[in-house]
């Protein structure tokens, strides 16, 4: 059998079809396939990509993103909401660009973030440690800004990278 190539960084269980009798719509395709940045169908199921593609919530299908060869990562926390993590967004590049207003080939947004950034950790030589450091800062802030819907979110999850 021949060995399976892995071309996309992301694979995604569903993709969005526009209909003209039913609007958007929502396809999977047969066998478990995926597809191939949420567009192009393979022949690739889940159980075939290596561990390093990390299932999650991803532009709200799930889907499998690569962990393992982004090139720069950046957490931006927002911090103005009553929210753990829903609207953060860690910005995901797998080039080697310098210029960060370019950095951006994926994103990854809130719960999902602090699962990814221990996966990123794991696989790459990439340094975490100021990722890190902006989740516990945030977490901090919102146990202080926001302590009954810290309670309520965060409850006693501790974030160990």
Not at 66 to 78: C, E, L, S, T, V
Not at 117 to 124: E, L, M, P
């Amino acid at each position: 059998m021949r060995k399976k190539q892995f071309n996309s960084h992301l694979y995604l269980t569903e993709k969005f079809v526009f209909t003209r009798s039913d609007g958007w719509v929502v396809r999977s395709l047969p066998n478990n396939y995926l597809y191939a940045d949420g567009i192009y169908p393979t022949k690739i199921c889940p159980e075939d990509l290596p561990e390093y593609y990390i299932e999650g919530q991803y532009y709200k299908r799930r889907g499998y993103l690569d962990a393992k060869n982004i090139k720069q990562i950046i957490y931006k926390p927002n911090m103005f909401f009553n929210h753990a993590f829903k609207d953060d967004v860690l910005l995901i590049s797998y080039r080697d660009t310098v210029d960060v207003s370019v950095i951006e080939d994926y994103r990854v947004y809130g719960g999902q973030i602090p699962y990814f950034v221990k996966a990123v950790k794991k696989y790459t030589g990439l340094d975490m440690s100021q990722i890190e450091q902006q989740i516990r800062d945030k977490l901090a802030w919102f146990k202080k800004t926001f302590p009954d819907f810290y309670e309520l979110e965060v409850g006693s999850w501790v974030y160990e990278p």
